[in-house]
Nanobody
Framework: QVQVVESGGALVQAGGSLILSCAVS????????IGWYRQTPGKQRELVAI???????DYVDSVKGRFTISRDNAKNTVYLQMNSLEPEDTAVYYC???????????WGQGTQVTVSS
């Protein structure tokens, strides 16, 4: 069974940086598209960054130039490097692993990122 675990969330000052990790177990990471999402109370979950199994990458406009998604298939881990953090980036960040050419997907439990002004 595939499991997804996020880590790295923290309280950080505006302008600071964080690296979030998304560890996938139970299968090979290279078979999955990984998306980082975020959600604040009362709002829909928003896709922030995505990396496909063949390393196609995309970002929501609000984080372009500040966030970088990358994958290490040997470590079965996807990273989200977040720089120049803003209070508006405060949210619970979730990782979703979607098996290529399949409807199968798994969510992690989320990790809290809080950016103070």
């Amino acid at each position: 069974q595939v499991q997804v675990v996020e880590s790295g969330g923290a309280l950080v000052q505006a302008g600071g940086s964080l690296i979030l990790s998304c560890a996938v177990s139970g299968s090979l990471l290279r078979l999955f598209t990984i998306g980082w999402y975020r959600q604040t109370p009362g709002k829909q979950r928003e896709l922030v960054a995505i990396i496909t199994s063949n390393d196609n990458i995309d970002y929501v406009d609000s984080v372009k130039g500040r966030f970088t998604i990358s994958r290490d298939n040997a470590k079965n881990t996807v990273y989200l490097q977040m720089n120049s953090l803003e209070p508006e980036d405060t949210a619970v960040y979730y990782c979703k692993a979607k098996l290529e050419r399949s409807a199968y997907n798994v969510w992690g439990q989320g990790t809290q990122v809080t950016v103070s002004s």
